[in-house]
């Protein structure tokens, strides 16, 4: 057998230019354009260049790639153009999902975005003067009826709207005790996603911490032995990814309050998750509401819009009018402001709670799911998918919150527990991760488990479909 030399080999391959021009790529440079399709043939090309040089291809393996070459460029091409950032189903039964996206929005809060993204919107623009206006009135006015109308005491709520809640807690933080001292128990000096901690937020507000108390145990007497004629707030942040259990003690809420009056120093809350929705309706407790810690008497609330709220991302202040106000006119303000299209988002989804429609609002959808409603849907997965190669079983668990919200909050679930002859549980949740759309799974104990509390009902074919896919 003649023995064909590297040279001739490299001979074979077309020209980036030929391979192109072919007739069979014809309808591919139509579709995604000339450049796209060129990029593509030039990957193609260097990738078997690159292996005639190693020498893992001899005559007959170049011969075979040629013959495939044109559905090789297009798989590139395909592959080169698709979005990165892109939907994935979550069996992993964390309904706030940090990692993937955290909160779902609702159906109304897309629709509202398309109609004001793709257009031209009334977002500074007071259509009634036919002057400018502002872009807070288009949340103002939600936030009021959600918040105000039940809040007696005091000026009115305000509302203002930045990026995410860390960048809330900056603002109201530089804006309230910029130069000065904020008095924040030991035991709540919490670290967020990111190695975000609570005492570096502050040192970028240009305000001085005072710990008080211990990690385990603060009383109200530590705060009132702290504060000097530095004071400038008093803060508490819940702790609402991780929980202090034991020998613990911490302030009630209405002391703090009662201490901030006498010694008229603002309280300001970090809530972080923030839920406009009582909670122990479906079974979970200890996770306050914005409306509870402003009854209370918080006078600034600082939440999220992607947790419990069930929103986009954002941060979100509610508090006395006149604190608010201050922190709108903050340079740092307009730094951290959102865009059209969280203010379209954020508007639809509060207008569902005006509506007290929350079965619209995916997150509290998926906290609401009873465990048997779940179950009818595993054993109609499990039925289907039954065979010699894929067996599945379906077993009780717990679907969590997640998303630094409830720590201890667990819902019950049924899961369906999938295993695959001579394919290990990392192996098979490879695989799930490999489909179009990657299918998310958790392993746990040796087993591939999927909750289909947070897999939507249309999504459930198509897992049906992978693990056939697999099994074949």
Same mark, same amino acid.
């Given at each position: 057998?003649?023995?064909? $030399? ?7 391959? =077309? ?29 193609? #090309? ?16 170049? *011969?075979?790639?040629? $013959? ?10 395909? !592959?080169?153009?698709?979005? @990165? ?64 109308? *039940? ?45 975000? !901690? ?27 032995? /702290? ?11 819940? !702790? ?19 201490? /901030?009056?006498?010694?008229?120093? =603002? ?13 122990? @309706? ?5 996770? =306050?509401?914005?409306? *509870? ?62 509506? /007290?429609?929350? *079965? ?38 717990? @679907? ?23 394919? $290990? ?26 909750? #289909? ?20």
């Amino acid at each position: 057998m003649k023995t064909v $030399s590297k040279a001739d080999l490299y001979r074979k391959l =077309p020209s980036v230019d030929e391979l192109v021009r072919r007739p069979a790529l014809a309808s591919l440079v139509s579709q995604e354009g000339q450049i796209a399709v060129t990029d593509a043939a030039r990957a193609v #090309l260097e990738s078997l260049r690159k292996e005639i040089s190693l020498g893992s291809l001899d005559a007959d393996r170049v *011969d075979l790639a040629l $013959s495939g070459l044109d559905s090789a460029v297009e798989r590139q091409c395909r !592959r080169a153009l698709r979005y @990165s950032l892109r939907s994935v189903i979550n069996a992993t039964g964390v309904i706030l999902h940090t990692n993937l996206g955290r909160a779902p929005l609702p159906d109304s809060a897309l629709e509202h975005i398309r109609k004001t993204a793709g257009a031209y919107s009334n977002l500074e623009f007071d259509v009634e003067s036919g002057e400018r206006g502002k872009r807070d009135a288009h949340m103002q006015r939600l936030f009021s009826k959600l918040l105000s109308d *039940d809040v007696q005491v005091g000026p009115p709520v305000s509302t203002i709207v930045v990026n995410n809640n860390a960048a809330a807690v900056l603002l109201a933080l530089n804006t309230l005790a910029e130069g000065g001292e904020v008095i924040v128990s030991r035991g709540e000096l919490v670290e967020i996603g990111g190695s975000f !901690r609570i005492p570096e937020i502050m040192s970028k507000a240009n305000v001085l911490l005072r710990e008080v108390g211990t990690t385990n145990r603060t009383r109200i007497r530590d705060y009132e032995r /702290a504060i000097t004629e530095k004071t400038r707030l008093l803060l508490r942040v819940h !702790r609402s990814n991780f929980e202090i259990s034991g020998f613990t003690e911490q302030p009630k809420l209405e002391e703090l309050v009662r201490l /901030a009056r006498e010694r008229n120093i =603002p309280l300001m809350e970090d809530l972080g998750s923030g839920a406009l929705f009582d909670l122990h @309706s479906i079974g979970m407790s200890g996770e =306050p509401t914005v409306l *509870d810690s402003l009854r209370a008497g918080v006078e600034v609330v600082t939440y999220s819009g992607d947790k419990l709220l069930g929103g986009p991302q954002a941060g979100l202040l509610s508090g006395r009018g006149d604190l608010v106000a201050r922190m709108r006119a903050n340079s740092l303000f307009r730094a951290l402001r959102v865009d059209k299209l969280t203010y379209a988002a954020l508007e639809a989804t509060l207008m569902a709670y005006v509506k /007290a429609d929350y *079965d619209s609002i995916p997150t509290l959808r998926l906290m609401r799911l009873s465990k048997e409603e779940v179950g009818r849907r595993a054993e109609s997965v499990a039925e289907k998918v039954q065979s010699r190669q894929v067996s599945v079983e379906v077993v009780d668990g717990e @679907s969590v919150i997640g998303g630094g919200a409830a720590p201890s909050a667990a819902v019950p679930t049924r899961l369906l527990a999938v295993a695959c002859a001579g394919m $290990s549980p990392d192996k098979l949740a490879g695989r799930l991760r490999a489909f179009d759309p990657p299918i998310i799974a958790r392993v746990e104990e040796g087993r591939v488990l999927l909750d #289909l509390r947070t897999v939507f009902p249309q999504q459930d074919e198509i897992i049906v479909q992978a693990l056939a896919q697999i099994a074949a």
